[in-house]
């Protein structure tokens, strides 16, 4: 993979990274937030509906 | 795929241009502006706004509680639709914004879009919000009351009785008061939809020859075609297939009656008053419908009772081969709906012929339908001193 980057323009390296900070920060983390807040959420719910909840 | 692969190896190594300054810090303001956006939108969510942006919220349950004391009150305070419908505590506040997406699918599938279908789901829908009151004992209520707060003083007097006891043991708020915020479903007409969903609406494929139970009141038919009514099979009685035909089933109702009048009400045993069937003067005096055995007086009552089968037509459904999940639900349900004003007295307390005019002495105090209603004072009837011997 070294000599790829060798190969590469140092102007390109950086807009390869600037592009996967872009895409980790504005989509994938956001999307995975919420998927796992919706996961959590949707578990307490399956929990509540099969199991019963303990109310006191 | 191949954008893809490109970032995971960017991803995979250090960066060779971008600081470590730059990342972290757009990483940290990524975060804050998400975290708010996330918070926001979740806001949004819980607005009285956004719930009635639906139709069906906004014509029915919103002019309803227009009606009410949590809508406009001398000390200016309202209550919002999310106030009691979403729980204020984040985790359970996310469980029950994804069960909402459950809304998303009636609103889809129009389940309740006009008023006639919306009337006809209120008590399902009802149920299930008390079920959810209930489960936390009325947080939602209990956000804003509190009974440590509440001066006794400016009660009347048998509100300061029933409210102390309830303060006592924290009841649940809408274990008395339903239908503050909303109109009340229509208890008395509707068939018992939680006794359905727990008890279900009865086997699949009767046997010829077999006994079994009624899981609701049913309707009795002269024959296996006509409409004309022959009167009322009770809940929870014992039934014999005795031939099935299309949608309905020949049954025979042994029991015993009284011999007064056309003899139309079928009792559970001799000298009792433990309702199993009533027929109609009509079908009581057909041929062949009252098939009559012995005889014996009532010393109680010098009545003479005989034992009798009845064969009739009624309807395949709600014919169950367990009577037990019926005592169950009987069980909870006076043990949950009769406890909420005083320690009820056990099934034990009183015989079979007592039970009767007390529990209808106090079912005006309760919301019960008709079908519950039956079940229950049966269950207490066949679990009473006459039939356990155990109590004093």
């Known amino acids: 993979?070294?000599?790829?980057?060798?190969?590469?323009?140092?102007?390109?390296?950086?807009?390869?990274?600037?592009?996967?900070?872009?895409?980790?920060?504005?989509?994938?983390?956001?999307?995975?937030?919420?998927?796992?807040?919706?996961?959590?959420?949707?578990?307490?719910?399956?929990?509540?509906a099969f199991g019963g909840i303990v109310s006191h | 795929m191949k954008w893809f692969i490109t970032i995971w190896r960017t991803?995979?190594?250090?960066?060779?241009?971008?600081?470590?300054?730059?990342?972290?810090?757009?990483?940290?303001?990524?975060?804050?502006?998400?975290?708010?956006?996330?918070?926001?939108?979740?806001?949004?969510?819980?607005?009285?706004?956004?719930?009635?942006?639906?139709?069906?919220?906004?014509?029915?349950?919103?002019?309803?509680?227009?009606?009410?004391v949590h809508w406009s009150n001398h000390s200016g305070v309202r209550a919002t639709c999310p106030d009691c419908?979403?729980?204020?505590?984040?985790?359970?506040?996310?469980?029950?914004?994804?069960?909402?997406s459950h809304d998303v699918w009636g609103w889809l599938l129009q389940t309740v879009n006009t008023d006639e279908k919306f009337e006809a789901?209120?008590?399902?829908?009802?149920?299930r919000e008390w079920k959810r009151f209930d489960r936390d004992d009325s947080l939602a209520c209990k956000n804003c009351h509190d009974y440590a707060s509440m001066k006794w003083e400016s009660m009347s007097k048998l509100a300061q009785k029933q409210m102390k006891r309830a303060a006592?043991?924290?009841?649940?708020?809408?274990?008395?008061?339903?239908?503050?915020?909303?109109?009340?479903?229509?208890?008395?007409?509707?068939?018992?939809?939680?006794?359905?969903?727990?008890?279900?609406?009865?086997?699949?494929?009767?046997?010829?020859?077999?006994?079994?139970?009624?899981?609701?009141?049913?309707?009795?038919?002269?024959?296996?075609?006509?409409?004309?009514?022959?009167g009322t099979l009770n809940i929870a009685t014992k039934v014999t297939v005795l031939e099935t035909q299309g949608d309905r089933v020949k049954v025979g109702i042994d029991g015993w009656r009284k011999k007064v009048g056309a003899g139309r009400v079928i009792y559970y045993d001799f000298g009792l008053n433990i309702l199993s069937a009533q027929l109609s003067k009509e079908a009581a005096l057909e041929e062949g419908v009252m098939e009559i055995f012995e005889q014996k007086e009532d010393p109680m009552t010098g009545l003479q009772?005989?034992?009798?089968?009845?064969?009739?037509?009624?309807?395949?459904?709600?014919?169950?081969?367990?009577?037990?999940?019926?005592?169950?639900?009987?069980?909870?349900?006076?043990?949950?709906?009769?406890?909420?004003?005083?320690?009820?007295?056990?099934?034990?307390h009183f015989d079979a012929n007592t039970w009767p005019g007390m529990f209808q002495g106090m079912i005006a105090f309760v919301n019960m339908d008709q079908d519950t209603q039956a079940l229950v004072q049966k269950y207490l009837q066949e679990h009473s001193s006459t039939f356990d011997k155990s109590a004093h």
């Not at chain 2, 956006?37 to 607005?47: H, I, S, V």
């Not at chain 2, 984040?90 to 914004?97: E, Q, S, Y």
């Not at chain 2, 789901?121 to 149920?127: D, Y």
């Not at chain 2, 019926?326 to 099934?347: F, G, K, M, N």
Request: include cysteine.
């Open chain 2, 121 to 127: 789901k209120r008590l399902e829908m009802a149920s």
């Open chain 2, 168 to 230: 006592e043991i924290d009841q649940s708020c809408v274990d008395c008061h339903k239908g503050i915020a909303h109109k009340l479903p229509d208890m008395g007409t509707s068939r018992a939809p939680e006794l359905i969903a727990q008890v279900g609406s009865g086997e699949s494929s009767l046997q010829v020859g077999g006994t079994y139970f009624t899981a609701l009141t049913k309707p009795l038919y002269f024959n296996d075609t006509t409409d004309v009514e022959a």
């Open chain 1, 1 to 48: 993979m070294a000599e790829q980057d060798l190969a590469t323009k140092p102007s390109q390296v950086k807009s390869k990274e600037l592009k996967a900070l872009g895409f980790i920060i504005f989509l994938l983390f956001p999307i995975l937030t919420i998927s796992g807040i919706g996961a959590y959420g949707f578990v307490i719910w399956m929990i509540q």
């Open chain 2, 305 to 348: 009772w005989q034992r009798v089968e009845a064969k009739i037509w009624t309807e395949k459904d709600f014919l169950v081969k367990d009577l037990q999940p019926l005592w169950d639900y009987a069980r909870e349900t006076y043990s949950t709906s009769c406890s909420v004003c005083h320690t009820q007295p056990s099934e034990a």
């Open chain 2, 11 to 68: 991803l995979n190594k250090p960066a060779k241009y971008l600081t470590l300054g730059t990342i972290s810090l757009s990483a940290f303001l990524m975060g804050i502006i998400f975290w708010g956006g996330f918070n926001t939108a979740l806001e949004m969510t819980n607005t009285e706004a956004f719930c009635i942006s639906c139709h069906s919220m906004e014509s029915k349950p919103y002019q309803e509680l227009q009606q009410t």
């Open chain 2, 85 to 100: 419908h979403v729980p204020h505590n984040w985790t359970r506040k996310i469980a029950r914004k994804m069960e909402a």
